[in-house]
């Protein structure tokens, strides 16, 4: 994309008025006669057309509640040709007081020819719908959630489709279809003239200059946006005295914040576990109990985002030389498996990181070492007691709070596709490169603290695939392993397993109810196994005993490795974001503690506790909860509307945790806001953190969130 100016844009708008549309033209939704190729279905017109505040004329009409009423706009009898357009414009006026959904659909001439838009329309003034006639995300842009809409252009409201799914060969266009979701009351809208239009200029003017020189969105506001480094100095220095008059530690704890009100547990010099009177504790290496209460991602450089080849969207970037040049740097974060990072542009070259050149704004060279005694205070005095995953090691170092490590097993060896696949296949712990592979990671992770008490223990990976997708996503695993190459070792094993469990692969055939002639049929490559059916239950009592066997392989290797390593630090599971009970079932059996990610209203709606067969205690290892108030586009996985209800939906969640008996601890995810157009690893952009990308606290929730604390830890 290039910048262009906005006055331009202006008069593409206001020109489509008056301009032919020799690729065909559509009709005027407001004239007082409608052509023979526009279509009511279950839509009432107004009588009369009205002139609204910015002079358009249009007209009510009104989608009756009916499970599609739409309007249908249908081409000559050839179609349109719109290879030379770019845009479809509507003008569009929300007649209710809420908003409303209008879906925007163009069909092609030839089959599977189409494109699917849902815009929510807000109430008040007119606006123009612009929607882009080919396939668009906000993940071609290089970022998760896309700028918030509608957005003022000169004066005029354009709402943009951000999000245009299908495929469409606009040499051949043959109907526009507008239409609501199954109403169940009456919704009016108020529309005219209906264009297309050459090139994308409304594209390109929704990600031009929306990021300053701070990092700051810069068309919103909030309380906590800085326009100045004056500003952000003075912003900081009053967070610092409303820092010095928090107390977010409970009085009576030892030093490594283990409740001494409370009947003491044996000492043993390390974390551990242990089951009193019904309920699970993590115990201090002074004998105390301990609810984990923790922050992820507790880094100074996660404000890294590419700009090279997306320059238009910065305003004022500071330049790559002097000064600056520490805080411009290039990676390659690009993975073909990894459907995280699917149909992501801007994946690799040149990033600036955005919050480490705010740091250095604040306090200079030692930037560094003023980070980190501030966000130690903070995380102390806003009630936290453990560093979670993924954080900086000079605050690990500090020995001030307990944290957390992660055994990250990389290398080459096998995997399988679950079909989920987030973060990339599934490693094959059958392999023997993998156990050689768990090994270094082991001994990576354990180096220099496996004798360190303020350490709470290792994480193995994170958020593996152990699920696919779907209703049948549980046996993802299983169906992945045996669709496999013939030189999968999992699938080798699998297959042994079968041949041990029926002898004759024509037992196994009638078991199934498959056609399977001999076992080299199973072994070759491009095997396409059965679903499971109530038929043939033999199908899922096979595939459960694998992914249990599948499971236990994983965890038993990895934990082997670990307590070859470090015998006296707690194992902390492998933080399931997808599970199945076989998958959890081992991680109780080899680890001490079964972790989960899990982004819900509470904790007990992420996870079975019953899939526990062995008695375990469980960590949640990460949760949030993200609005759009605050800058950044997305608004978590687990959304709510406003930064008030941020702080009430983390006391909600910590307050359930910590009534669970079965609960040692929360981490939440993660301590600043992520960039306004995508982090490096998979362009996640959300408004998650307790501080923005100016390291300014979020005073209001930072305050809910100390509240809570506090208590959770009484």
């Given at each position: 994309?290039?910048?262009?100016?906005?006055?331009?844009?202006?008069?593409?708008?206001?020109?489509?008025?008056?301009?032919?549309?020799?690729?065909?033209?559509?009709?005027?939704?407001?004239?007082d006669?409608?052509?023979?190729?526009?279509?009511?279905?279950?839509?009432?017109?107004?009588?009369?057309?009205?002139?609204?505040?910015?002079?358009?004329?249009?007209?009510?009409?009104?989608?009756?509640?009916?499970?599609?009423?739409?309007?249908?706009?249908?081409?000559?009898?050839?179609?349109?040709?719109?290879?030379?357009?770019?845009e479809?414009?509507?003008?569009?006026?929300?007649a209710?007081?809420?908003?409303?959904?209008?879906?925007?659909?163009i069909?092609?001439?030839?089959?599977?020819?189409?494109?699917?838009?849902?815009?929510?329309?807000?109430?008040?003034?007119?606006?123009?719908?612009?929607?882009?006639?080919?396939?668009?995300?906000?993940?071609?842009?290089?970022?998760?959630?896309?700028?918030?809409?509608?957005?003022?252009?000169?004066?005029?409201?354009?709402?943009?489709?951000?999000?245009?799914?299908?495929?469409?060969?606009?040499?051949?266009?043959?109907?526009?279809?507008?239409?609501?979701?199954?109403?169940?009351?009456?919704?009016?809208?108020?529309?005219?003239?209906?264009?297309?239009?050459?090139?994308?200029?409304?594209?390109?003017?929704?990600?031009?200059?929306?990021?300053?020189?701070?990092?700051?969105?810069?068309?919103?506001?909030?309380?906590?946006?800085?326009?100045?480094?004056?500003?952000?100095?003075?912003?900081?220095?009053k967070?610092?005295?409303?820092?010095?008059?928090?107390?977010?530690?409970?009085?009576?704890?030892?030093?490594?914040?283990?409740?001494?009100?409370?009947?003491?547990?044996?000492?043993?010099?390390?974390?551990?576990?242990?089951?009193?009177?019904?309920?699970?504790?993590?115990v201090?290496?002074?004998?105390?109990?301990?609810?984990?209460?923790?922050?992820?991602?507790?880094?100074?450089?996660?404000?890294?985002?590419?700009?090279?080849?997306?320059?238009?969207?910065?305003r004022?970037?500071?330049?790559?030389?002097?000064?600056?040049?520490?805080?411009?740097?290039?990676?390659?974060?690009?993975?073909?498996?990894?459907?995280?990072?699917?149909?992501?542009?801007?994946?690799?070259?040149?990033?600036?990181?955005f919050?480490?050149?705010n740091?250095?704004r604040?306090?200079?060279?030692?930037?560094?070492?003023?980070?980190?005694?501030?966000?130690?205070?903070?995380?102390?005095?806003?009630?936290?007691n453990?560093?979670?995953?993924?954080?900086?090691?000079?605050?690990?170092?500090?020995?001030?709070?307990?944290?957390?490590?992660?055994?990250?097993?990389?290398?080459?060896?096998?995997?399988?596709?679950?079909?989920?696949?987030?973060?990339?296949?599934?490693?094959?712990?059958?392999?023997?490169?993998?156990?050689?592979?768990?090994?270094?990671?082991?001994?990576?992770?354990?180096q220099?603290?496996?004798?360190?008490?303020?350490?709470?223990?290792?994480?193995?990976?994170?958020?593996?695939?152990?699920?696919?997708?779907?209703?049948?996503?549980?046996?993802?695993?299983?169906?992945?392993?045996?669709k496999?190459?013939?030189?999968?070792?999992?699938?080798?094993?699998?297959?042994?397993?079968?041949?041990?469990?029926?002898?004759?692969?024509?037992?196994?055939?009638?078991?199934w109810?498959?056609?399977?002639?001999?076992?080299?049929?199973?072994a070759?490559?491009?095997?396409?196994?059965?679903?499971?059916?109530?038929?043939?239950?033999?199908?899922?009592?096979?595939?459960?005993?694998?992914?249990?066997?599948?499971?236990?392989?994983?965890?038993r290797?990895?934990?082997?490795?670990?307590?070859?390593?470090?015998?006296?630090?707690?194992?902390?599971g492998?933080?399931?974001?997808?599970?199945?009970?076989?998958?959890?079932?081992?991680?109780?059996?080899?680890?001490?503690?079964?972790?989960?990610?899990?982004?819900?209203?509470?904790?007990?709606?992420?996870?079975?506790?019953?899939?526990?067969?062995?008695?375990?205690?469980?960590?949640?290892?990460?949760?949030?909860?993200?609005?759009?108030?605050?800058?950044?586009?997305?608004?978590?996985?687990?959304?709510?509307?406003?930064?008030?209800?941020?702080?009430?939906?983390?006391?909600?969640?910590?307050?359930?945790?910590?009534?669970?008996?079965?609960?040692?601890?929360?981490?939440?995810?993660?301590?600043?806001?992520?960039?306004?157009?995508?982090?490096?690893?998979?362009?996640?952009?959300?408004?998650?953190?307790?501080?923005?990308?100016?390291?300014?606290?979020?005073?209001?929730?930072?305050?809910?969130?100390?509240?809570?604390?506090?208590?959770?830890?009484?």
């Open positions: 994309m290039k910048t262009f100016a906005t006055w331009g844009l202006f008069l593409v708008l206001t020109a489509c008025q008056a301009a032919p549309e020799t690729a065909g033209r559509l009709p005027d939704l407001s004239a006669k409608l052509d023979g190729n526009v279509t009511l279905q279950q839509v009432q017109r107004g009588d009369a057309a009205e002139t609204n505040a910015q002079g358009g004329r249009q007209r009510r009409y009104t989608f009756a509640p009916s499970p599609q009423p739409q309007i249908i706009v249908t081409a000559p009898s050839r179609g349109w040709d719109w290879s030379t357009r770019g479809l414009r509507v003008a569009v006026q929300n209710m007081a809420w908003d409303v959904t209008l879906v925007v659909d069909d092609g001439v030839n089959a599977g020819q189409h494109l699917h838009a849902v815009l929510a329309l807000p109430a008040g003034p007119a606006q123009t719908v612009v929607v882009p006639l080919k396939a668009w995300t906000p993940r071609a842009e290089g970022m998760q959630a896309g700028p918030p809409m509608p957005m003022e252009i000169d004066g005029r409201r354009v709402l943009l489709a951000t999000t245009v799914e299908g495929q469409l060969d606009t040499h051949a266009v043959r109907a526009v279809r507008l239409s609501m979701p199954a109403p169940q009351a009456a919704q009016t809208l108020l529309l005219g003239e209906m264009s297309v239009r050459p090139g994308d200029a409304v594209a390109q003017a929704a990600y031009t200059g929306i990021v300053d020189r701070w990092g700051q969105y810069t068309r919103g506001q909030w309380p906590e946006k800085i326009d100045s480094d004056q500003a952000l100095r003075v912003a900081q220095a967070a610092k005295r409303a820092l010095d008059v928090a107390n977010g530690q409970a009085a009576q704890v030892d030093i490594y914040g283990g409740r001494t009100d409370m009947a003491s547990f044996k000492a043993t010099g390390w974390f551990r576990s242990e089951k009193r009177d019904g309920r699970w504790w993590l201090t290496p002074e004998g105390h109990a301990f609810f984990s209460l923790g922050m992820n991602a507790v880094v100074n450089d996660g404000g890294r985002s590419y700009v090279q080849g997306r320059e238009f969207m910065f004022d970037l500071p330049p790559a030389s002097g000064d600056w040049a520490a805080f411009h740097g290039s990676s390659d974060t690009r993975q073909a498996d990894a459907t995280s990072r699917k149909g992501l542009g801007f994946d690799h070259g040149g990033w600036f990181d919050y480490a050149a740091l250095y604040l306090d200079g060279a030692s930037w560094r070492s003023a980070w980190q005694a501030r966000t130690l205070d903070r995380l102390k005095r806003w009630g936290f453990t560093i979670g995953n993924w954080s900086d090691d000079a605050l690990t170092k500090a020995h001030r709070m307990a944290y957390t490590r992660s055994i990250n097993i990389d290398g080459v060896f096998g995997n399988v596709s679950s079909g989920y696949d987030y973060w990339g296949r599934m490693p094959d712990p059958y392999d023997p490169r993998f156990a050689a592979a768990a090994e270094k990671a082991a001994a990576r992770a354990t220099d603290v496996a004798n360190d008490p303020w350490l709470l223990g290792y994480f193995a990976d994170n958020e593996l695939a152990w699920a696919g997708q779907g209703g049948e996503g549980r046996w993802g695993l299983a169906i992945g392993t045996l496999g190459e013939a030189r999968s070792p999992a699938k080798q094993a699998f297959i042994a397993k079968l041949k041990a469990q029926y002898g004759d692969a024509i037992k196994l055939a009638n078991a109810g498959i056609q399977l002639t001999s076992w080299d049929v199973m070759a490559d491009g095997f396409e196994p059965p679903l499971p059916s109530e038929r043939y239950p033999a199908i899922a009592a096979d595939y459960s005993a694998w992914l249990r066997d599948y499971a236990q392989t994983y965890f290797v990895v934990s082997e490795a670990l307590h070859r390593h470090d015998s006296h630090h707690l194992f902390l492998g933080r399931f974001a997808v599970h199945t009970p076989e998958a959890v079932d081992a991680c109780a059996r080899y680890c001490d503690v079964v972790s989960f990610n899990t982004y819900t209203d509470v904790p007990q709606h992420g996870f079975d506790e019953n899939l526990l067969t062995t008695d375990k205690p469980i960590l949640i290892t990460e949760f949030h909860f993200g609005s759009k108030d605050r800058g950044p586009f997305g608004n978590g996985v687990a959304s709510v509307y406003t930064e008030q209800q941020r702080g009430e939906a983390y006391a909600r969640f910590v307050a359930a945790a910590a009534s669970d008996p079965h609960i040692v601890g929360a981490h939440w995810f993660q301590y600043a806001d992520e960039p306004v157009t995508g982090r490096l690893l998979d362009g996640e952009n959300m408004h998650i953190g307790l501080v923005g990308i100016t390291d300014i606290p979020f005073a209001g929730f930072v305050e809910a969130v100390r509240e809570a604390n506090a208590k959770a830890s009484r």
